[in-house]
């Protein structure tokens, strides 16, 4: 839990009573690869803290899966619209390695922002990153050719290159396993 108060002293130190609260309510658990911590269908009633692991994100297309975020240490795992509205959620999030997480639910996150206003604050600037990071990669994603988003994986999140399995990469990026394969080997210079 230690990665997980650093960031969030990193935000704002946290009170005392706030650690102290966020210490007995926050659980932990491991998570094997291929795992599911949510599936499309139903609602996202937890938010999780990636201590170890990567998880990736995705919806079906006419039955093919499509990737859509990947996440790993010191990010949070969320479905955004399924968390936050208590709704159905479209998508799924899948471990992709074996992993560990810490997480509270929904109802305990409530909880927290009423008792203590001062994690708003924390949560506000963890969302506003979220959109940033979010508003990057999907203005990557619509506005570049296949080569360059693939740079952009490169200069941005370049271990997942290495952890992600090709399919999973080359749906993220919208293209073909083949195209995905040609880039990785000839399109970029080493």
């Known amino acids: ?11 704002q130190p ?7 609260y966020l210490i007995e309510i926050l659980k932990t658990k491991s998570i094997k690869k291929k795992d599911y911590v949510l599936k499309a269908g139903h609602i996202s009633r937890e938010i999780y803290f990636i201590e170890e692991g990567l998880f990736k994100c995705f919806y079906l297309v006419d ?8 996440m790993k240490e010191r990010d949070l795992i969320i479905s955004v ?3 936050f509205g208590q709704v ?8 992709l390695e074996n992993s560990v997480v810490h997480y509270i639910s929904f109802d305990d996150l409530q ?7 001062e994690f708003n604050f924390h949560g506000r600037i963890l969302t506003q990153n979220y959109y940033i990071l979010c508003d990057s990669r999907l203005y990557a994603m619509r506005t570049k050719s296949a080569l360059q988003r693939y740079q952009f994986i490169l200069q941005n999140e370049k271990d997942l290159i290495d952890r992600v399995p090709a399919k999973d990469l080359a749906s993220y990026l919208g293209i073909s396993e083949y195209t ?11």
């Open 14 to 20: 946290l009170s005392a009573d706030l650690q102290e």
């Open 81 to 83: 619209k399924s968390f």
């Open 111 to 117: 909880h927290i922002y009423r008792r203590f206003p």
């Open 180 to 190: 995905f394969s040609r880039i990785k080997k000839y399109g970029v210079a080493k």
């Open 88 to 95: 159905a959620s479209y998508e799924s999030i899948q471990a």
């Open 1 to 11: 839990m230690e990665t997980l108060f650093a960031l969030l002293n990193s935000i």
């Open 63 to 70: 039955d093919r899966p499509v990737s859509s975020w990947f």
